[in-house]
């Protein structure tokens, strides 16, 4: 059984919000008083005031100095979970600032700074990447299935418009293709729980909800895990593996598949 949480005394007629803190502690069957005190002997309204606002201050200066600190530093070499951590704290003290201390808006200011500029880094990394890859042929493995003629439709769609794909059992057959779903390391494959097509989409940050939603698909019917519970892929793959048996060329059977994963990211809409 849980413990009642400890009986909580405010002290300042500030915490008026207590009374639905109040009501949890009772249906914990534990006690719980609100006291509202009205003055003190020996401080003013607004010395009061004036003590909540310099520990405010004391807390904002703090989290100003970490983030004056990120800013002067780059993305790249930023501890993991820094940003995320200081706006916890961020959060915890406006929750505790009940007189608008005016520093909660410099840290804010600062954290959208911060936003602004993430944001222009992950924009030009992603166009630098992205330039690499254009007006490329792109090599992958005969007889395409599901995760392989998803990921070519990824490529032409996002990535490579005018993407020409050719096929091979090794990557050496054409060195200056870019390789997919090759049993190399070489270009982009399965990397650790992900399939080519969540590789892919990861590595060139794309932010499109639908092709988020097809990536689970591809994921569960290649992988077979029933990771994200999509059932989706499943009626795809039968109907790749109903045209393979067809005996179509391998750039025919790739193109149909491409089409196919088209239809299925217009009926998300």
């Known amino acids: 059984m849980a413990q009642a949480p400890a009986i909580r005394h405010c002290r300042s007629p500030y915490f008026r919000q207590y009374p639905s803190e109040r009501a949890a502690i009772r249906s914990y069957k534990g006690q719980a008083s609100v006291v509202l005190v009205q003055s003190f002997d020996d401080l003013s309204d607004q010395q009061l005031k004036q003590l909540f606002n310099e520990a405010r201050s004391r807390d904002y ?108 059992k090794e990557s050496s057959a054409d060195p200056d293709a870019v390789p997919f ?34 990536a689970q698909i591809i994921h569960d019917a290649d992988l077979g895990d029933e990771k994200f519970g999509r059932v989706e892929g499943q009626g795809l793959d039968k109907v790749l593996n109903g045209w393979a048996k067809q005996d179509l060329p391998d750039d025919e059977l790739l193109q149909r598949g491409i089409e196919l994963i088209e239809g299925l990211y217009e009926s998300l809409a």
């Not at 049993?183 to 990861?202: A, I, P, W």
């Open 61 to 168: 200066r703090k989290v100003i100095h970490e983030l004056n600190k990120v800013l002067a530093s780059a993305p790249a070499t930023r501890p993991a979970g820094t940003v995320n951590r200081i706006r916890r704290r961020f959060v915890e003290i406006t929750g505790i600032d009940f007189f608008g201390n005016s520093l909660r808006s410099r840290v804010e200011h600062l954290l959208s700074r911060l936003d602004e500029r993430d944001k222009t880094s992950t924009a030009r990394n992603h166009k630098g990447k992205a330039g690499k890859y254009l007006n490329r042929r792109w090599i992958t493995r005969p007889r395409p299935g599901i995760d392989r003629v998803s990921s070519a439709w990824l490529i032409r769609r996002f990535i490579d418009p005018k993407a020409h794909f050719v096929f091979g």
């Open 181 to 214: 779903d090759m049993f190399s390391d070489e270009g982009f494959g399965h990397r650790g729980e992900d399939c080519t097509f969540e590789t892919l989409y990861k590595q060139f940050a794309m932010r499109d909800g639908r092709v988020k939603r097809i």
